[in-house]
């Protein structure tokens, strides 16, 4: 079983496809961290296809976010730079909070939902989405920046 802390469910292997942004691996005496960043191919080319006519799409991108995270987390602490590794750690808080605000794409909103016929009221498509998580990292750069009283 796997445990998605972005939408707190617990998953089959095979329900996996459907989250896929940070998983923990449960195992018999031991906890192992995964980050997961695949994606479906043919999904994200039917929501390109859709794009490309105008359609909106709910397209998520949050195992892209995290693998860049990831990445460029790596990179900073290669280079001992904390500012980075900082911005990378609000980045992925952000996007979490906003999951946990019950602001999310289609895809974890069948799974939150537990059906595949969610109803637009409770998913955003990619813009919305995408704008969600900006405001919450936007909140979490004014909280360093303001002074303390």
Same mark, same amino acid.
């Given at each position: 079983m796997y445990?998605? &802390?972005?939408?707190?469910?617990w998953l089959t292997a095979a329900s996996l496809r459907c989250t @896929?942004?940070?998983? #923990?691996?449960?195992?018999?005496g031991s906890l192992l961290r995964d980050s997961s960043s *695949? &994606?479906?191919a043919g999904t994200v080319t039917r929501h390109w296809r #859709?794009?490309? *006519?105008g359609n909106p799409t709910s397209t998520n991108p949050v195992a892209s976010i995290f693998a860049w995270t990831r990445g460029l987390a790596q990179r900073g602490k290669l280079d001992d730079n904390q500012e980075l590794i900082d911005f990378c750690t609000s980045l992925e808080e952000g996007v979490i909070e906003t999951i946990q605000a019950g602001h999310m794409t289609k895809d974890l909103a069948i799974c @939150?939902?537990?059906?595949?016929k969610v109803t637009p009221d409770q998913y955003l498509t990619t813009t919305p989405f995408m704008d969600e998580i900006a405001d919450r990292l936007q909140k979490k750069f004014e909280k360093r920046v303001a002074p303390k009283l």
């Open positions: 445990h998605c &802390i972005t939408c707190d469910a @896929v942004a940070l998983t #923990e691996l449960h195992s018999p *695949k &994606i479906a #859709e794009y490309q *006519k @939150v939902h537990g059906t595949n």
